[in-house]
């Protein structure tokens, strides 16, 4: 193991979120003006989550056994970047799906190769934090990249659409990731050949409560992500029933959640420390079904905007903060195929369920003259997420490693 890895890992999550950014934030801004309808939105997304109901546990498992897991990242990385290049050009739904398809069963696999291979190298726990806020610096970074791109064009050609130029960017970026990642620290697999299959041994980790409890309420909480993601950027930019931002305002709007994880994700250690883990994560679920609630009332303009903050606090206390607790919860040989199944959890099950309601939830709910009823849209995440927070608190209990695990 180097000596002090921490830059190049703090890099390889910059780059790593700005790859997935330029793809993810104008996405469904792109296909509506496509004239997609909510479910094939929804659909298109859903590929991520279809990917990762696999993807990700094979990928453990290869790491675990067999490859180094920077050299199996790398290759994604770079078999992602045709594919994003290709996408850019499609206009109908069928081939655009499969194409997103082909890069989601790549592009899954890194999120939990990132984590094992950050967890292998960083040393001290509470470094954690500190490294993977850079994820955060880069999703800002790309996000008003792509705010400022956008406004040149509003400015230079108003009316003309550029909202699918992310994909382009994002292929970009994931020629560059996929180089980066074959020169960070080598990460061999840990696992015995001998043994059984690693991610066939990770479900076992379900027999422990935490665990289970972890999995169950990130299944639920994740399974709303898609109202959110899918078609916030549709709500900010409707002119009637919503804020009526230009589409270069809402890009960079979006993006505070991930500017508040600044501060948050290097503080995470301390939070951890002074809350316990269940209060950390628990608060992290309120602050996402607030959220969600703010944006079902629909006014005033200035709290809908600052309220795109709490998903920073959502991301940092609950998404970061459950990478860690599983990292807890797993033995050393089961790490890498531990975080797949947290992937499969809130990057496949949930969302998968999630997208088909999401979509089914907006298409239902237009407005005869023409628009969304964004109160009801809304207001389903919210309800759901704030009974995740109470399932959550009453369940979970915390490893003994953890100093606030007592805490109630």
């Known amino acids: 193991m180097e000596k002090s890895?921490?830059?190049?890992?703090?890099?390889?999550?910059?780059?790593?979120?700005?790859?997935?950014?330029?793809?993810?934030?104008?996405?469904?801004?792109?296909?509506?003006?496509?004239?997609?309808?909510?479910?094939?939105?929804?659909?298109?997304?859903?590929?991520?989550?279809?990917?990762?109901?696999?993807?990700?546990?094979?990928?453990?498992?290869?790491?675990?056994?067999?490859?180094?897991?920077?050299?199996?990242?790398g290759w994604s990385y770079l078999a992602c970047a045709p594919l994003l290049w290709l996408a850019w050009l499609?206009?109908?739904?069928?081939?655009?799906?499969?194409?997103?398809?082909?890069?989601?069963l790549l592009h899954a696999p890194t999120m939990g190769l990132t984590n094992a291979i950050a967890f292998?190298?960083?040393?001290?726990?509470?470094?954690?934090?500190?490294?993977?806020?850079?994820?955060?610096?880069?999703w800002v970074g790309i996000s008003w990249l792509l705010s400022g791109y956008l406004r040149l064009w509003e400015r230079a050609a108003p009316g003309q659409s550029h909202l699918g130029d992310g994909l382009l960017i994002a292929g970009g970026l994931a020629v560059l990731m996929g180089l980066y990642c074959f020169s960070l620290p080598h990460t061999p697999p840990e696992r015995e050949k001998g043994k059984a299959l690693a991610f066939v041994e990770a479900f076992g980790l379900l027999r422990q409560r935490d665990f289970a409890v972890l999995m169950g309420v990130a299944f639920a909480v994740s399974a709303m992500s898609p109202f959110s993601y899918n078609f916030s950027f549709i709500f900010f930019v409707d002119p009637v029933h919503g804020?009526?931002?230009?589409?270069?305002?809402?890009?960079?709007?979006?993006?505070?959640?991930?500017?508040?994880?600044?501060?948050l994700i290097p503080a995470l250690g301390w939070l951890i420390a002074k809350m316990g883990l269940r209060w950390t994560v628990c608060s992290?679920?309120?602050?996402?079904?607030?959220?969600?609630?703010?944006?079902?009332w629909g006014e005033p303009v200035w709290l809908l905007v600052a309220s795109q903050a709490l998903n920073g606090y959502y991301i940092a206390c609950f998404l970061v903060a459950g990478t860690m607790v599983v990292e807890r919860l797993s033995p050393a040989d089961l790490r890498a195929s531990a975080q797949g199944l947290l992937v499969l959890c809130i990057r496949g099950l949930g969302p998968l369920l999630g997208h088909g309601l999401a979509g089914w939830v907006y298409d239902g709910n237009a407005l005869a003259g023409g628009g969304r009823d964004w109160q009801t849209?809304?207001?389903?995440?919210?309800?759901?997420?704030?009974?995740?927070?109470?399932?959550?608190?009453?369940?979970?209990?915390?490893?003994?490693?953890?100093?606030?695990?007592?805490?109630?």
Request: charged share 10%; with cysteine; hydrophobic share 55%.
């Open 90 to 104: 499609q206009t109908e739904f069928a081939p655009l799906w499969g194409i997103f398809l082909a890069f989601s």
């Open 284 to 296: 992290g679920i309120v602050a996402a079904a607030v959220r969600s609630l703010v944006l079902a």
């Open 377 to 408: 849209i809304f207001l389903v995440p919210g309800c759901v997420l704030l009974a995740g927070a109470l399932c959550f608190w009453a369940l979970f209990r915390g490893p003994p490693a953890d100093g606030g695990a007592g805490r109630r």
């Open 120 to 138: 292998r190298h960083i040393g001290d726990m509470g470094r954690y934090g500190r490294i993977r806020v850079w994820g955060s610096i880069g």
């Open 5 to 73: 890895p921490h830059k190049r890992l703090g890099a390889m999550f910059l780059l790593q979120n700005a790859v997935w950014g330029a793809q993810v934030v104008l996405l469904s801004g792109h296909l509506a003006e496509l004239g997609f309808s909510g479910l094939q939105i929804s659909y298109v997304l859903a590929t991520a989550s279809l990917a990762a109901l696999c993807s990700p546990l094979l990928a453990g498992w290869l790491a675990d056994r067999f490859w180094p897991a920077q050299i199996f990242a």
């Open 243 to 263: 804020p009526g931002f230009a589409a270069s305002s809402a890009s960079w709007i979006l993006s505070l959640g991930q500017l508040a994880e600044l501060p």
